[in-house]
């Protein structure tokens, strides 16, 4: 019985320990670089959206930050959402809401992790018409598959103080 009861134990610390290899955290394949082109304007954020609203930070030192509101807010709501101390403590927390993000001539492209995905990262990728627009016109997974063709166009809206850019995740 007790040689049972030890397989038991084996196999089920064997299904724990495979489970948490298939859900570990992928890691970013961009390398992060100081954003030197003036593109884009990074003294605000870049949102997409009426009622769901996805919005961006751009950094200088090349960090983009992801976040987004489904509640029924307006942007005073939910710019007073980015300088409150509680929210801005729970982004610093959240790996998936930060990733890296480079610009070559009037090309655009970043990589985030996504939640509860033992998937690889998503690339998203476009184009720069202007300072305060950019469009997504593709996604795909780091390792080039599940490729998506994307029309989202992102708009420039000013905002200060933006929230810092430091996180544990990105070195």
């Known amino acids: 019985m007790g040689m049972i009861k030890n397989l038991i134990l084996l196999l089920l610390f064997a299904l724990q320990l495979s489970c948490a290899f298939n859900w570990r955290d992928d890691e970013l394949t ?13 003294d605000g954020y870049y949102y997409i959206g ?9 950094y200088r030192n090349g960090i983009i930050l992801y976040t987004w509101s489904t509640d ?3 942007f005073t709501e939910i710019e007073n959402r980015f300088i409150q101390k509680e929210f801005l403590d729970k982004l610093k927390n959240v790996k998936y809401l930060w990733g890296l993000y480079r610009i070559e001539g009037n090309r655009i492209s970043f ?6 995905s033992p998937k690889k990262a998503y690339i998203r990728s476009g184009y720069i018409p202007n300072d305060t627009t950019f ?17 989202e166009v992102y708009h420039f809206k000013k905002f200060g103080p933006k929230p810092d850019s430091i996180c544990k995740f990105i070195n």
């Not at 961009?30 to 990074?42: G, I």
């Not at 990589?111 to 509860?116: K, S, T, V």
């Open 30 to 42: 961009f390398l992060r670089e100081d954003n030197k082109s003036n593109e884009l304007r990074l």
């Open 50 to 58: 009426e009622k769901t609203i996805a919005t961006y930070f751009l």
């Open 72 to 74: 029924d807010l307006n």
């Open 111 to 116: 990589e985030r992790l996504y939640p509860h």
């Open 135 to 151: 469009i997504i016109t593709k996604s795909m997974r780091s390792d080039g598959t599940e490729v998506r063709e994307k029309n």
